[in-house]
């Protein structure tokens, strides 16, 4: 069976190296040189976490992911995992903290209630108001998207850089089964997607010279959710001299050829103002920004299925802001639909019929499957 992936990015990464590890020829074309940092897989840090407060139904394939890292891990020799726990911030009624809480219960997950004056004291780094409360997730850390895409692609046998493919349809005379997996590129080959193209901008702010609750063994990544500034995250320090922050669906729409590089104040003004606000120890001053794409679909769940219009066809859509974690059973999930069909792991969720009403498939293609 020959199979190609579109995409370099961790989930085309990640779907070469699980079917490589099946012995499938498998060809990876991507149009850039990944890891590289214009589409949806670089910046440095990305959250993982167990108590998943957008939908208990993604927390068994959280379960079954961590130890895909470290097997990672373990095959390349490189660190990706660094262990936090992680801190959601809110009202008591936040979505992060109830859906977290909820996630936990229906799954025995290791999390902690904690209140305000617990947060300031274990995590002097965060400020809080007296009504807020926050759920410490232990089963949770960052990963380094770079490292990742690197070790991914480096078990991958054949990666063709720098080669657009225009076509699903021509790659198809050539290859049994094509894996659709070009981030915010993927309406440009599948028309029928409704995704939207969100800009997104990560700022990195210098931190006082005492502020060493910061560093990865006493700072949580966090989520916060408010009123004031709606979602944002945030790292712990991995230079020792700055922290990284985001605001999720924050951004303004856009395409992927046309997407604005250039940061300006407007972009950062709202992060600094939310440093300033809600943590201890960080200054105004920018040491780095950089750019990034969100795919999202209508309502934020992946897509993860064949094409209705074509068996042959495998669509990954993970995004929406939140896939990179579940990136090596995304891509072992791909395998086995790519080489049996189907999978044991329940992806109904994750449907493409909900976006695209099936078309005939001829028989011949339906058998494949
Ligand atoms: C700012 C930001 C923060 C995020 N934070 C988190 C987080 O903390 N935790 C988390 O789990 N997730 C997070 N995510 C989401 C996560 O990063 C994405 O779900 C994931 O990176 C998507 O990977 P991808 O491979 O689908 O897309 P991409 O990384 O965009 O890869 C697509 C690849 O396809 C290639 N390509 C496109 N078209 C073609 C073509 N025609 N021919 C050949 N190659 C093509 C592109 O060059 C690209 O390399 C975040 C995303 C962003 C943008």
Redo the contacts with the bound molecule.
Sequence with gaps: MRVAV???????AATSWRLAKRGVDVVC????S?P?A????H?ES???RSAYFEGSYYVPLLQEVFPMWRELETLSGMRLLTMTGALYIGQPAAEAVVGAEASAKAHGLDVEMLDAAAVRRRYPGHVLHDDEVAVLDRQAGFLN?EGVVTAMLRLAPDVRRD???GSVEKLLAEFDSVVV?????TP??LDWMPLRIER?V?AWFSISRDADWFAPDRFPVFIRQSEQFGDVYGFPTLDGVSVKV?RHHAGDFTDPDHIRRRVDEGDVDPLRLMTATFMRGVSGHVTRTIT???SNTPDHDFVIDFSPHDKRVLV????S?????FAPVIGDIAADLVCDGKTKRDISRFSAARFAPSSHVPDDQAQRH
């Excluded at 990954?316 to 995004?319: A, G, H, N, Q, V």
Aim: glycine share 22%; charged share 15%; net charge positive.
């Design positions: 579109i995409g370099g990015g961790v989930m085309g074309f991507d149009r850039h990944p590289h214009l589409g949806s897989s910046g990305r959250i993982i998207p080669h657009r493919i997996a070009a981030g915010p590129w440009e080959l997104q990560h985001g990034c794409m969100y990954l859509s993970p995004c802001g939140h896939g990179f974690k």
